[in-house]
């Protein structure tokens, strides 16, 4: 018989790449599906749950060769809109109310965010997904994930990725990389891992949020990581 979740709130990052699967972009329903179970699972029994998603599976700002980085990086928070909206109605469609609150003012399909009123949709056990990044170019949607952590005090950042965990080196390209189960955020910056951008690991380092790194391949990989089972790495102080 399983325990009680040992996280209250909780910010689920969801990378674009992870919404598309195999395919590499644009959407695989099995997967949305799959995180909108594990999302209404959590809520259950409990949990209150942000997310924040990425865009990269429509969009990657970098991939606009020649173009103005601020116009790249505005099409990339466009693109965490349509996410949000994909992620939402598979929520939806299976009973759980969500809001999507966007950084970038477009009423017509979301709210604007209000840190008070996203506090206040998760008390009432809505999930809340947070779109269009910080809203400002130059920053990633991690560096968004650790910057609404801390805003609506939420325990834990919960970083769903392509991989199962962090490791000292690329496991693709080095069959002999370790895993880690635990690293500190300094260690992080330090090595040079890729887990998240700089600006994202000093946020959390300086509000004191951890950040569990794990992959989607298991199916019950998010509630796992709720309940304190020992999955993928977890990026803390020392």
């Known amino acids: 018989m399983d325990h009680k979740p040992i996280y209250n709130r909780v910010v689920l990052k969801l990378s674009g790449e992870a919404l598309a699967g195999e395919k590499g972009h644009g959407f695989d329903s099995e997967i949305l599906d799959m995180i909108a179970e594990e999302v209404i699972e959590i809520s259950q029994l409990g949990v209150e749950v942000a997310i924040v998603v990425g865009g990269g599976n429509i969009w990657r700002g970098r991939s606009g060769i020649g173009m103005d980085r601020t116009t790249?990086?505005?099409?990339?928070?466009?693109?965490?809109?349509?996410?949000?909206?994909?992620?939402?109605?598979?929520?939806?469609?299976?009973?759980?109310?969500?809001?999507?609150?966007?950084?970038?003012?477009?009423?017509?399909?979301?709210e604007p965010y209000i840190r008070r009123k996203a506090i206040r949709h998760l008390e009432k056990g809505r999930v809340v997904i947070f779109a269009s990044g910080t809203g400002n170019p130059y920053f990633s949607t991690d560096t968004t994930a650790a910057l609404r952590a801390a805003e609506i005090e939420a325990e834990i950042i919960l970083l769903a990725k392509n991989i199962d965990a962090v490791y000292d080196d690329d496991p693709k390209i080095n069959p002999n990389a370790k895993k880690l189960d635990r690293i500190s955020y300094i260690d992080?910056?330090?090595?040079?891992?890729?887990?998240?951008?700089?600006?994202?690991?000093t946020l959390c380092m300086d509000n004191q949020i951890?950040?569990?790194?794990?992959?989607?391949?298991?199916?019950?990989?998010i509630k796992s990581a709720v309940m304190g089972k020992k999955i993928g790495t977890i990026i803390k102080e020392g």
């Open 188 to 201: 992080v910056i330090n090595q040079g891992l890729g887990v998240m951008d700089s600006t994202a690991i």
């Open 72 to 110: 790249a990086d505005y099409m990339g928070m466009l693109a965490t809109v349509i996410n949000a909206l994909a992620l939402q109605d598979a929520i939806e469609n299976k009973g759980l109310q969500t809001r999507v609150q966007t950084a970038i003012d477009m009423r017509q399909i979301a």
């Open 210 to 221: 951890p950040i569990l790194v794990f992959g989607l391949e298991n199916r019950h990989n």
